[in-house]
């Protein structure tokens, strides 16, 4: 049997998943299952998604061996996952359609003059941390909602690049798109988290 | 010359260090000169940092339960492999 000592954590917990040790599966499975999902997401309907990632993670089981750690467990997770869901809309014959032809939010763009200045400057402040910040039950609810009203797309990109701290070219081969248009996604999304932030910081309301 | 708008574009590249040479330089010398658009570019630094401090927080109870009854499930039948504990 394996004695080997594992200076870095993450190597013992894959040594662990490939005993089949229970335990090991229940923390996993808690660390990278919503990761596992906004990659579903990106591609499916909430409830094909949800059946992909508990798919794959009876594939790991026995996948898990073949692991040979050239890149990181997320990483992946995350690509067996895509590669799933590719082949179930190839199968279907369908395509996520996404739109990359416009950088700026619609609401943003309106805030410029003719000549490209600002009419409606940006108005928030903070003054306080964003982990503060999230103590705010309403605020908290408000990011909710706007995060659940995001394109699929956009989200899923978003929660990829910074939730989970994907480098780029990761995210790019997991979602299958390309880095400019990476880039579109990130930045549609992040502009609709400000506005929403904003409207909340003025009105108090969500 | 580069205006406010343009700089919106392109303010999620210049936060996560895509932009290069003139590109970027640009973007510094109008945030030099221009408040509007330093107090965007922070703006959506923060809101992308709350968004972070949010969305790392909590997975959904149930679909994590469902993932621990198809993975237990699915244990029970896992074929043994070497390496194994006996
Ligand atoms: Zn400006």
Redesign the interface.
Same mark, same amino acid.
Do not use: C
């Given at each position: 049997?394996?004695t080997a000592v594992h200076p870095d954590p993450q190597g013992s917990l894959i040594e662990d998943l490939?005993?089949?040790d229970?335990s090991a599966?229940?923390k996993a499975?808690?660390e990278y299952?919503?990761g596992m999902?906004a990659v579903a997401r990106f591609y499916l309907d909430y409830s094909s998604a949800?059946e992909i990632?508990?798919d794959c993670?009876?594939t790991v089981?026995?996948a898990i061996?073949k692991f040979e750690g050239r890149s990181g467990l997320k990483t992946w997770l995350h690509r067996i996952v895509a590669n799933r869901c590719k082949n179930k809309l190839r199968s279907s014959k369908r395509e996520v359609a996404i739109d990359f032809s416009e950088? /700026?939010e619609p609401e943003?763009?309106n805030r $410029?003059n003719a000549?490209?200045?600002?009419d409606l400057?940006?108005s928030?402040k903070?003054h306080e941390?964003?982990?503060t910040?999230?103590e705010n039950d309403a605020l908290?609810d408000c990011?909710?909602k706007h995060?659940s009203a995001l394109p699929e797309t956009q989200r899923s990109a978003?929660?990829l690049y910074?939730?989970h701290q994907h480098k780029?070219e990761d995210v790019c081969n997991i979602l299958d798109v390309s880095a400019s248009n990476l880039?579109v996604l /990130?930045?549609r999304a992040?502009?609709k988290? $400000?506005l929403m932030?904003?409207t909340f910081q003025e009105t108090g309301e969500c | 010359m580069l205006m406010c708008k343009d700089l919106a574009g392109i303010a999620s590249d210049y936060i996560d260090g895509e932009l290069t040479g003139r590109r970027n330089l640009s973007v510094k010398m109008h945030l030099m000169m221009c408040k509007h658009c330093r107090s965007f570019i922070g703006n959506l630094r923060a809101s992308t940092d709350l968004m972070k401090a949010h969305s790392s927080s909590k997975p959904d109870g149930e679909f994590i339960r469902r993932i621990d009854e198809r993975v237990a499930e699915a244990l029970k039948t896992r074929k043994p492999r070497d390496g194994d504990n006996e």
């Open positions: 049997m394996n490939k005993r089949g229970s599966y229940k499975v808690r299952s919503p999902l949800e990632v508990q993670w009876v089981i026995d061996h950088s /700026l943003l763009a $410029f000549t490209g200045r600002w400057p940006p928030l903070f941390s964003a982990d910040l999230m908290s990011l909710d995060l978003l929660m910074e939730a780029s880039r /990130l930045h992040r502009q988290i $400000f932030v904003e | -």
